[in-house]
């Protein structure tokens, strides 16, 4: 998630100012906020997900982590 918070990022403060006279750069600016807050709850759920995937699997780790 991190490559698509740097390229709207990107898009945001170097591309969209030289272009800021067309219509179609107002939409864009208008829709970076949403595009971010979407990408947040993606990558928050990801990493409940890996969480929970630890957790599930934490009593393996760590007994293998103790016979070695």
Sequence with gaps: ???ALK???HLEHTFLPQVSH???CKVMVDNIPRL???I???SMSDLKD???SIR???DK???TAMKQ
């Design 22 to 24: 067309y219509r179609f």
């Design 36 to 38: 971010r807050d979407e």
């Design 61 to 63: 780790i760590g007994e």
């Design 56 to 58: 599930k699997h934490s």
């Design 1 to 3: 998630h991190y490559p």
């Design 40 to 42: 947040k709850e993606l």
């Design 7 to 9: 390229t709207l990022e």
């Design 50 to 52: 890996f969480l929970e």
